[in-house]
Every structure is written in C-alpha cells, then in structure tokens.
C-alpha cells in the first residue's frame, strides 16, 4: 500500500488545513490510520489515530477539540485541523497499519506503511 499525503500549507494562527491520505488500492477497513508530526530538531510524535471499526479514536492533549480524524473506510483519510497554533508546524505523515477492529495504535514503529509528508506551517 502506497499513501499519498496531501493538504498542507501555510495558515495564520487560528485557521484551518485538512489534510488527506490516499491509499493507492481501496483498503477499505482492513487498516488503522494514524497521523503523526515531526517538527524541526524534534522527534516524531503521535498526533491521532482511529481504529478499523471508526468506534475509537485517540488523540494527543494538545489537539484535542481542534483536530478531527475520520476514514472513509474505502481509501482515503483525513484530518481536519482547526484553530491551528503555531506550536503546530511541522511536517504531518499519515499512516496505516493492519491492527484487530477497536485497536489504535500510538507508536510509530507499529505502522507499516507511510505517505511522503505533507508541511503544515502556522505562523503568529
């Protein structure tokens, strides 16, 4: 599987991005998708996931009811990105992992395929 990452860009503090991942066959729910960011001189760090069902979702504190993950469940994943800051620059990487239906994965070595990257710059 090949993932495509896409919408990023730059946004004054406050906006919004959504960015997409687009698998290169339809995976439909047969895996997990995760969102992960690497900022400049840092490590790269979980930002959300959603397991194959839909039914969980995790995030990490600091997107909480800003960020919203979903999944068509067919090929295609997103992440909506509201009331952007400008801690929230970085370079955003979905991927996907085969996991069991209500599993979501957290850690970056648990995923199996990765798209490209897409920047996210947010300035003040």
């Known amino acids: 599987v090949q993932l495509q990452a896409s919408g990023g860009g730059l946004v004054q503090a406050g906006g919004s991005l959504r960015l997409s991942c687009e698998a290169s066959t339809r995976t439909g729910n047969e895996y997990g998708l995760g969102w992960f960011r690497q900022a400049p001189g840092k490590e790269r760090e979980f930002v959300s996931g959603?397991?194959?069902?839909?039914?969980?979702i995790y995030y990490i504190d600091s997107v909480k009811g800003r960020f919203t993950i979903s999944s068509d469940s067919a090929k295609t994943g997103y992440l909506q990105m509201n009331s952007l800051r400008p801690e929230d620059t970085a370079v955003y990487y979905c991927?996907?992992?085969?996991?069991?239906?209500?599993?979501?994965?957290?850690?970056?070595?648990?995923?199996?395929?990765w798209g490209q990257g897409t920047l996210v710059t947010v300035s003040s």
């Open positions: 959603i397991s194959r069902s839909g039914r969980r």
């Open positions: 991927a996907m992992t085969w996991a069991s239906w209500d599993q979501v994965k957290v850690h970056a070595y648990e995923y199996d395929y």
